[in-house]
């Protein structure tokens, strides 16, 4: 479960606040989504719910996080890693950039959990079959289109399967026909327990997927 409790946050060096005063829970197998005008701090609530402000880039919260019941400010980056997967709205960031191959990249993620072999496989198989992109498993990363490149960076995040996932604009870089793909694979993430906090200006996407909508 995430909580935020009547969190604020600013980046380091700055005197305004990127995110305005919020409170949300998100439980096990809920989607919640989050729209409103460009920057009124969509982006930066990803990062205050997923812990990545400020552990690993500074800057001042106010109010309380809890993922798991536990304090973000608590946790270290590689905790929070395992707990809560972010996928940014430039996917080109989250690729490791090592990699010859899309299979490679996805199962990045299990091999660094120490899993068994099989288990990788298994893990980057189903991650890459539930987005449908299994014909990209032979593809060079670094070839890739805007859309491809975000689905394969997803099916990271869902090989490692986290218990929480927080997406920010999933769907911006793709056509309608992928965007369906994503959001029906956010829903059987979300069927298996796994909560899914999104943020979207695609009106069509948040009503498929999400039971509750909030706006800042």
């Not at 299990?110 to 032979?138: D, F, K, S």
């Not at 920010?168 to 793709?174: G, K």
């Not at 793909?181 to 059987?188: E, G, K, L, M």
Request: charged share 20%.
């Amino acid at each position: 479960m995430i909580v935020l409790d009547q969190a604020s946050y600013r980046y380091p060096g700055t005197s305004t606040w990127a995110l305005p005063t919020t409170s949300l829970e998100l439980r096990p197998g809920e989607v919640v989504g989050v729209t409103g005008a460009n920057e009124r701090g969509k982006t930066t609530l990803c990062m205050v719910a997923a812990g990545l402000a400020p552990v690993t880039i500074g800057g001042e919260l106010r109010g309380r996080v809890l993922v798991d019941g536990r304090p973000t400010v608590e946790l270290a980056g590689y905790e929070l890693a395992q707990r809560c997967g972010v996928l940014f709205d430039n996917p080109t960031v989250q690729l490791t950039g090592l990699h010859r191959i899309v299979y490679e990249e996805v199962a990045f993620g299990p091999c660094n959990l120490g899993l068994p072999l099989a288990e990788v496989h298994e893990r980057t198989q189903a991650a890459l079959r539930i987005l449908a992109v299994e014909h990209l498993a032979g593809r060079n990363p670094g070839h890739l289109s805007g859309g491809e490149t975000q689905l394969v960076a997803l099916a990271g995040l869902l090989a490692v399967r986290p218990g929480h996932l927080v997406l920010d604009e999933p769907t911006s870089r793709l056509d309608p026909e992928r965007s369906l793909q994503v959001a029906d694979a956010i829903a059987r993430v979300a069927g298996a327990g796994v909560g899914v906090l999104l943020t979207a200006h695609d009106e069509e996407l948040l009503a498929r997927v999400c039971g509750q909508v909030i706006e800042l």
